[in-house]
């Protein structure tokens, strides 16, 4: 674990250097930074500067407008001058937090005090005051970067806070905009930070603004459920976030993002909406659950639609969610039911220069052949051997296509003999092969490919 360092305790190292050891101001202050670095110190957010220097405020403008927006705060008699002053302070903080040195000023930020100040900040202000507690939920979530933050966060009742906004102004976009995106900010990598949120009643909170607000898109809302549902707390052996998607599914949020995905969804935010359905499809019942209220139709539709516009982003989305569903046996055959493998293999095609679409849609296609005979065969006749075989010719650099391309081969073969001598006369061997040998990450998925193709010698 890193050890924290006080920016009184890095002062005091930079002029010991100075003045005991003779060194330059220059010296001292690298002198320092790396002394500290090599002993595993945590130096975020410390001012990397000279003491005394008649310069030091200009080196973090980040304290000097934290000041003022500290001192604005307090002096705030809810003027609209007043206002226009602080709404101005936040978003010139939000402006340094975000920009190309954005992670060292938020670090400077939090160490500073300002978790603590921006979450008071907004505990105090009215909820009729959106355009304030907007500006400030923005600058909030700019800040919430890692677990030190976070902790801040919860400590300051940074939950209870902003839920509390939420729930009273739901009537602004861009004020539900802001204090979702706080919650993602504040739930990333944080387990406690999830369960205050839960405890609040958080995904009651989010249904209810996808029922009220359906016309209106908020892509922070779709982050904020992809966050809450995410294991990412490495301090955690055992998270709760499985049963946190179970309370989702149960209260019906996969249901009303299903609708938003058929209805609604701007194309900006529909990869999030996928995100936030996937992050709740966590068992059979849930993605059979899924598919009942349409969630397969919709999503083979926006992958044809993603193919005819030539849009990435959307296709990989989508391709992912539905590998996601494709792991209940019954949605397997209502994929296949519905076209799947012929609309697969049209999205490669159309896609055929970009190997992260083809990895796509080679995972699909193996879990759609996991333990089936019957739609492994069918592959092969649809084109998904030669597909497979072409990928791994035309992006032979590509360590994670060359895997996918062969946990494909494996399962089309692996209960096919006929697959198998296709797939050998086509050169698979050589190309398995080779890949093996070009990349590490490789060589599980290749031995198991050459074992299933019933090849001696596949370990060597």
């Known amino acids: 674990m890193a050890i924290s360092i006080s920016q009184e305790a890095f002062d005091a190292m930079v002029r010991e250097n100075m003045e005991d050891l003779g060194m330059d101001a220059d010296e001292a202050l690298a002198d320092a930074v790396e002394a500290l670095t090599l002993q595993g110190a945590d130096l975020s957010g410390v001012i990397k500067r000279v003491p005394g220097e008649a310069a030091a405020a200009e080196v973090s403008p980040v304290v000097r407008v934290l000041d003022k ?7 705030c008699g809810g003027s609209g001058q007043d206002l226009d002053g602080l709404v101005s302070h936040i978003d010139e ?30 505990g105090s202000a009215g909820v009729a005051q959106d355009r304030l507690l907007a500006s400030a939920l923005k600058a909030l979530s700019s800040v919430l970067r890692d677990v030190g933050s976070t902790e801040k966060f919860r400590q300051s009742e940074g939950p209870k806070i902003v839920m509390d906004i939420l729930k009273g102004g739901s009537e ?13 900010a504040g739930s990333a990598g944080n387990e406690v930070v999830k369960e205050s949120f839960m405890d609040l009643k958080v995904d009651e909170l989010i249904l209810h603004v996808m029922r009220e607000k359906s016309k209106t898109d908020v892509q922070s809302l779709y982050d904020a459920i992809r966050v809450l549902l995410t294991p990412d707390d490495n301090r955690v052996v055992a998270s709760q976030v499985y049963g946190y998607s179970r309370r989702f599914a149960e209260i019906g949020i996969g249901e009303v993002l299903v609708s938003a995905l058929r209805e609604q969804v701007a194309p900006s935010s529909l990869p999030s909406a996928c995100a936030a359905l996937k992050s709740i499809a966590v068992n059979d019942e849930i993605c059979r659950s899924i598919s009942e209220i349409g969630g ?16 990435k982003i959307i ?44 990895q ?49 081969i494996r399962n089309l073969v692996v209960r096919n003999p006929k697959n198998r001598t296709v797939l050998l006369n086509d050169g698979a061997e050589k190309l398995i092969r080779k890949a093996k040998v070009m990349h590490g990450s490789c060589k599980d998925a290749a031995s198991s490919a050459l074992r299933d193709l019933d090849l001696d010698n596949y370990n060597a």
């Open 69 to 75: 927006l500290k001192a604005s705060h307090s002096a």
């Open 93 to 122: 903080l939000r402006g340094l937090c975000c920009s190309g040195e954005g992670s060292e000023n938020a670090a400077i930020v939090v160490r500073n005090g300002g978790v603590e100040a921006l979450v008071a900040l907004c």
């Open 172 to 184: 602004s976009s861009d004020l539900l905009d802001a204090g979702f995106s706080v919650v993602a």
């Open 296 to 311: 397969i139709d919709v999503l083979l539709q926006c992958i044809d639609e993603a193919g005819k516009q030539k849009n």
């Open 315 to 358: 296709a990989k989305s989508c391709c992912s969610l539905l590998s996601k569903l494709a792991a209940s046996d019954a949605n397997k055959s209502a994929i296949i039911q519905r076209g799947g493998f012929d609309r697969f293999i049209k999205l490669a095609s159309r896609f055929s220069e970009d190997p992260s679409i083809v």
């Open 360 to 408: 796509e849609v080679m995972s699909m296609v193996t879990v759609l052949t996991l333990r089936s005979p019957e739609n492994a065969e069918r592959a092969m006749e649809v084109g998904y051997g030669t597909l497979a075989i072409q990928a791994m010719q035309r992006f032979p650099s590509s360590g994670q296509t060359q895997k996918q391309a062969c946990l494909m």
